[in-house]
């Protein structure tokens, strides 16, 4: 790789990409990340989910200090060096009366489905999105993989997401199923896209713009920044991958 610190961009995505589903980033690649990766490029992570979560799953708030770029929300939150700069907001967009019509018929549509079991939190209010989720966010770790091969049977996500779009065929929204239990909810173009609004500003000199992610197929929440012609799109099934794809790309021993 010929190109400086300033002049390359990595951007990776969370969950299966930095970290398997759901859990912990791993000591090892994080010491990896910050020693042998961080001096050679300047780093980002953009997630669909918000700030505590990427706080959950990356060992704290250590990610203010390591990187340079955090994009919780698909970069509806902006934050450059640890320091929020910029935020957006989905009532502001849609306005309160078609958010009250679509978080109703969500609700309603939850409450008549039958599913093996229900919780608590059915439908999360971020700042640049909503996430629905049929059993309900507040459900065990255990319970996620019992909704997971539930829906894998059933499609219910899938099936609750075309009703959505026939039922609001009048707003622009985009449905992405980026995780195990639930799917997101948010403007068109307001993907994981949205972050490259913030880092091809003038301001900073980005020669190669590189995103990982392991939801790259049609439909996954990596999907349209990965084809986005701005970015080279790494597509991983793992951290592991994307490890590797570090060494390469870095001749890292
Ligand atoms: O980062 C991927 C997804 O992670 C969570 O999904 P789930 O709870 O279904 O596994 C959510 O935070 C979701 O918004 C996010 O896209």
């Known amino acids: 790789m ?62 203010l200090k390591e990187f340079d770029f955090i994009f919780p929300e698909n970069g509806l939150v902006q934050i450059e060096n640890g320091v929020e700069v910029g935020k957006e907001s989905i009532q502001r967009l849609l306005g309160e009366d078609t958010l009250h019509r679509f978080i109703s018929y969500a609700l309603r549509y939850v409450a008549d489905l039958k599913l093996p079991f229900k919780r608590g939190t059915f439908l999360e209010f971020r700042n640049g999105m909503m996430n629905i989720c049929p059993c309900g966010r507040q459900c065990a770790r255990s319970e996620r993989a019992i909704f997971a091969a539930y829906d894998k049977e059933h499609n219910i996500r899938e099936k609750m997401i075309a009703d959505l779009k026939r039922e609001f065929h009048d707003v622009d929204l985009t449905y992405s199923i980026g995780g195990q239990i639930s799917f997101d909810v948010y403007p068109h173009g307001w993907d994981k896209t949205f972050c490259l609004r913030h880092v091809t500003q003038d301001r900073f000199n980005f020669k190669e713009i590189h995103f990982f992610g392991d939801k790259t197929e049609k439909g996954g929440n990596d999907y349209e920044i990965f084809i986005d012609p701005r970015t080279i799109g790494h597509k991983v099934e793992t951290p592991h991958d994307t490890r590797r794809i570090l060494e390469n790309m870095f001749n890292i021993q």
């Not at 010929?2 to 859990?23: A, M």
């Not at 050679?40 to 250590?62: C, H, P, S, Y």
């Open 2 to 63: 010929n190109l400086s610190r300033p002049e390359i961009l990595l951007l990776f995505d969370i969950d299966g990409t930095l970290t398997f589903p759901r859990s912990l980033i791993e000591p090892d690649f994080e010491t990896f990340l910050y020693e042998k990766v961080k001096p050679r490029a300047t780093i980002g992570i953009v997630g669909g989910a918000d700030l505590e979560k990427m706080f959950e799953q990356m060992n704290g708030q250590r990610i």
